[in-house]
């Protein structure tokens, strides 16, 4: 079946844009997750939703940053007026929560380059 | 807080070797613990989920244990082969959350 996709696999943009990144999880599973990996470093958390909502925000490094998730499904992350040091690969992962197991599964990631 | 610590950091072995991963974390009450790989530029590949039920868990050439009381996991790779070398990260989620928090991860490069 269908794994964990997000598009596009490569952005290049200029400071001060504005960038959406997106999540399409694995059909059925209720939890979506968003991290990002800079350049030699480990996973840094972002924000996960539990359906729609997001339980936990902690890890949102700025204001600029904004995520959504509609339907139980897709799934963007928003990042304003983009600066150099959000240069980093975005992952986002999708995870079935039931029966105490939470395996999460994830993507291939977005490469997000600004100049 | 939880914290995840992977020892070590980079290990280089020649073809064949039997290695051991090391993963610890600082908070026992977990609902299960996962290994993944990271080959370069990719994302992460989930090798075994460990139930906090369970000692252990095999595929193929890796077997994952997890002592939950001592806070600790440990990754085996027997006969290691080039194509086993990428990053092996191990992560936890806490009991009574669903965020995932990972170790930095273990550098692999098997020598052919």
């Known amino acids: 079946g269908a794994g964990v996709s997000q598009s596009p696999s490569n952005k290049v943009t200029e400071k001060g844009k504005d960038v959406e990144l997106r999540c399409d999880p694995i059909?059925?599973?209720?939890?979506l997750y968003w991290y990002r990996q800079s350049l030699g470093q480990g996973l840094e958390f972002l924000i996960y939703?539990?359906?729609?909502?997001?339980?936990?925000k902690s890890g949102l490094p700025s204001d600029r940053f904004s995520a959504e998730r509609t339907g139980g499904s897709v799934s963007t992350l928003t990042i304003q007026r983009t600066q150099q040091e959000d240069s980093a690969v975005y992952l986002c992962?999708?995870?079935?929560?039931?029966?105490?197991?939470?395996?999460?599964?994830f993507g291939p990631g977005t490469r997000l380059t600004v100049t | 807080k939880q914290e995840v610590t992977q020892i070590p950091a980079a290990l280089s072995v020649p073809e064949g070797e039997n290695l051991v991963l090391n993963c610890s974390f600082t908070d026992s009450a977990i609902y299960n613990l996962q290994w993944f790989r990271q080959d370069p530029g990719k994302g992460l590949t989930s090798l075994l989920l460990i139930q906090s039920s369970q000692r252990e868990q095999t595929s193929g050439r890796l077997n994952a244990s997890l002592d939950k009381s001592s806070g600790r996991s440990t990754l085996y790779i027997a006969a290691s082969q080039p194509g086993d070398s990428a990053t092996y990260l191990c992560?936890?989620?806490?009991?009574?959350?669903?965020?995932?928090?990972f170790g930095t991860g273990t550098r692999l490069k098997v020598l052919a």
């Open positions: 992962a999708s995870s079935f929560l039931g029966q105490g197991i939470y395996e999460q599964y």
């Open positions: 059909s059925g599973h209720t939890a």
């Open positions: 939703f539990q359906g729609n909502s997001a339980p936990d």
């Open positions: 992560a936890v989620p806490n009991s009574g959350t669903y965020k995932y928090i």
